[in-house]
């Protein structure tokens, strides 16, 4: 009987430590850190995925719930209002611009006599996760807002599931737009030639296709001088990118989760996973999909060599049944902002796009990147060969890591010497 309690613990121990434990490139640092924060959120997922089958809540309303227990039990252990991320001086408001809600960062320094940079951020989250007013995101904001002595709005969009596209990217162009209007600008005393657009993720997603509409619009006497893309997701086309394959089993943006993201937003059917995981919905059968859109989305020529390595595109002639015709979001710049046209591209404002050798979003980063180039656009890529999805958020303890501190210096120094 003795040995039974030892043979109990040694059993957990070995559960446990197979289900944190996965295969990590050797270049990412902290290893067993990112491991155990991907073990607590694929535990959430799991528990939301078995309440959702319960019937008791809809699985991503419980990833909300656990999220925002984790940030409470972390606010109450630190002592502090924005768990370590208050920056004295900085002026919050919680308000709403065109009737969608915000939260504006006014610096310290005021606006009395000389104009300031503006900066609109649209947070990450898959279109159904996170929040403008919560955690990393509040953080960063608030340094951004004092360091670069800088307005910055940040957008709580709605999200899925209560609103799937294009509503997430409606609340963002008319966020955008209020910002921009010259009565706001003078409000704020934000000069009119130094205003940005950022975001990361879903977020970076958002940034890209509202620049684009900003850029286009002729009505808008302001538009943003700038955008900052942090690894933005921007095609739904092709699932089978070098990055995609490379990347597919690397925390904490999977593979399989990406597409579901995708499905959720457009308001698809989630049983299409499995047929956009192998490009049936882009096969060579879809008249839709014209020769010259699919150029812009070719990594085969968009991709520097070194990121193609010994891949090859997935090229299904199959028909696929219609799925396009069934989501014709897959088909929306708006959506999918690397699917816009050159004539669209040359006239975006000056880009800097982050991108991260682990993760999946890789190569929407890279295609944008070369695209917007080949546009005349002037185009700065960060690219970190040690960065993995989500790393820019992971600054603050317990999850911080040393690769998302250099990622968000490198953000604020090109804002400094760009905006």
Not at 72 to 91: H, N, Q, R, W, Y
Not at 107 to 112: D, K, L, R, T
Not at 323 to 330: A, D, N, S, W, Y
Not at 371 to 386: C, I, M, N
Request: hydrophobic letters at 45%; glycine letters at 8%; a negative charge.
């Amino acid at each position: 009987m003795r040995l039974l309690p030892v043979v109990v613990t040694l059993s957990l121990t070995v559960a446990v430590a197979y289900y944190v434990y996965i295969p990590l490139p050797d270049a990412i640092q902290e290893p067993w850190k990112l491991m155990l924060l991907d073990a607590g959120f694929r535990a959430a997922m799991h528990l939301a995925s078995l309440k959702d089958w319960l019937g008791f809540d809809h699985y991503i309303t419980s990833i909300r719930q656990s999220t925002e227990g984790f940030e409470g039990a972390m606010k109450g252990f630190l002592g502090s209002e924005s768990g370590g991320g208050v920056i004295p001086g900085v002026k919050v408001s919680d308000i709403t611009f065109a009737g969608i809600q915000v939260r504006v960062y006014e610096p310290p320094a005021g606006g009395e006599g000389h104009l300031r940079r503006g900066l609109m951020f649209f947070h990450g989250g898959g279109w159904a996760l996170g929040s403008a007013k919560k955690g990393s995101y509040d953080s960063i904001n608030r340094m951004v807002s004092d360091e670069l002595n800088t307005v910055v709005v940040s957008v709580e969009y709605r999200l899925y599931p209560e609103v799937h596209f294009p509503v997430q990217y409606l609340d963002c162009l008319a966020a955008a737009k209020h910002f921009l209007s010259p009565e706001v600008l003078a409000r704020y005393a934000i000069d009119p030639e130094r205003v940005a657009v950022s975001g990361d993720s879903a977020g970076g997603n958002l940034a890209a296709a509202v620049a684009q509409e900003i850029s286009i619009d002729d009505s808008m006497s302001v538009k943003f001088s700038v955008q900052a893309l942090i690894y933005p997701v921007l095609q739904a086309l092709d699932f089978n990118t070098p990055s995609y394959l490379q990347n597919q089993n690397i925390p904490i943006l999977y593979r399989p989760l990406m597409v579901r993201f995708w499905l959720q937003y457009l308001g698809a059917d989630l049983s299409l996973q499995s047929q956009l995981l192998v490009n049936n919905h882009s096969s060579l059968h879809q008249s839709t999909i014209t020769p010259e859109l699919r150029a812009r989305l070719d990594w085969s020529v968009l991709l520097n060599p070194k990121f193609k390595k010994n891949y090859k595109p997935l090229i299904v002639e199959n028909e696929s049944q219609g799925i396009v015709k069934e989501v014709p979001g897959l088909l929306d710049v708006r959506a999918a902002p690397l699917l816009a046209g050159p004539e669209v591209l040359a006239k975006g404002p000056r880009a800097y796009i982050l991108t991260c050798e682990y993760d999946v979003l890789r190569d929407d980063g890279l295609m944008y990147a070369r695209r917007l180039q080949d546009a005349g656009v002037t185009v700065t890529s960060d690219h970190y060969e040690d960065g993995f999805h989500g790393c820019f958020s992971f600054i603050m303890w317990p999850l911080e890591f040393d690769v998302g501190k250099r990622a968000l210096r490198g953000y604020l120094n090109w804002l400094q010497n760009n905006l």
